[in-house]
C-alpha cells in the first residue's frame, strides 16, 4: 500500500469518527480527537480507530505493522510514516 493510501485512510477514519469540533489533518494529533478511556464498557474510541485501520489494512491485503505505544501522542503523518 503506498504511503499516500495509508495515509488518507488513517484521515477517513478519524474524520469519521471524530466526536469533537476540531478539523482533521496531517498535523492532527490523535489525543485531541480520541480518547482510550471513553468506551462504558466497551471499545474506546482509540480502540475502534484502531480496528477500522487495520480492518482497512487487512482488507487491501497488506501485512499489518505493530503500532507504537504512544501512538495517541503523534500526529496522522507520524504514525502514518510509522506503520507504513
Do not use: A
Amino acid at each position: 500500500m503506498s504511503f499516500k493510501k495509508l495515509n488518507d485512510i488513517l484521515v477517513q477514519h478519524l474524520t469519521n469518527i471524530n466526536r469533537t469540533r476540531q478539523d482533521v489533518c496531517n498535523n492532527t494529533v490523535f489525543k485531541n480527537v480520541l480518547q482510550d478511556n471513553d468506551g462504558m464498557g466497551g471499545l474506546s474510541s482509540s480502540d475502534l480507530y484502531r480496528l477500522l485501520v487495520q480492518n482497512s489494512i487487512k482488507s487491501n491485503n497488506q501485512q499489518l505493522r505493530s503500532w507504537p505505544q504512544d501512538w495517541l501522542e503523534l500526529t496522522v503523518w507520524d504514525l502514518s510514516e510509522q506503520i507504513g
